[in-house]
């Protein structure tokens, strides 16, 4: 679940960029049906910034419960060494 909170974070970040800079070029043109629509970009999208948000402090709290992948991995090495 890290992975994929994670991974929305940069699109999410650049479809809020791109809405602000969007929403900047539209004021200086005074069209209001053009900024409705920017301002429902920036609310869901917004929305959706709290959500990853959230998955991603979820999964970071399950995380310490959880064994580190890759000490499963050096433990199943080991017990393969032959000294």
Do not use: C
């Amino acid at each position: 679940m890290a992975d994929a909170s994670h991974e929305m974070k940069t699109p999410l970040t650049v479809i809020l960029s791109n809405a602000d800079m969007l929403e900047r070029q539209i004021m200086s043109e005074n069209d209001t049906q053009a900024a409705r629509w920017i301002e429902n970009i920036h609310v869901e999208g917004t929305r959706m910034r709290r959500l990853v948000e959230s998955m991603l402090f979820l999964a970071r709290s399950d995380a310490p419960s959880r064994p580190h992948q890759g000490s499963a991995w050096i433990g199943a090495m080991q017990s393969k060494v032959v000294y």
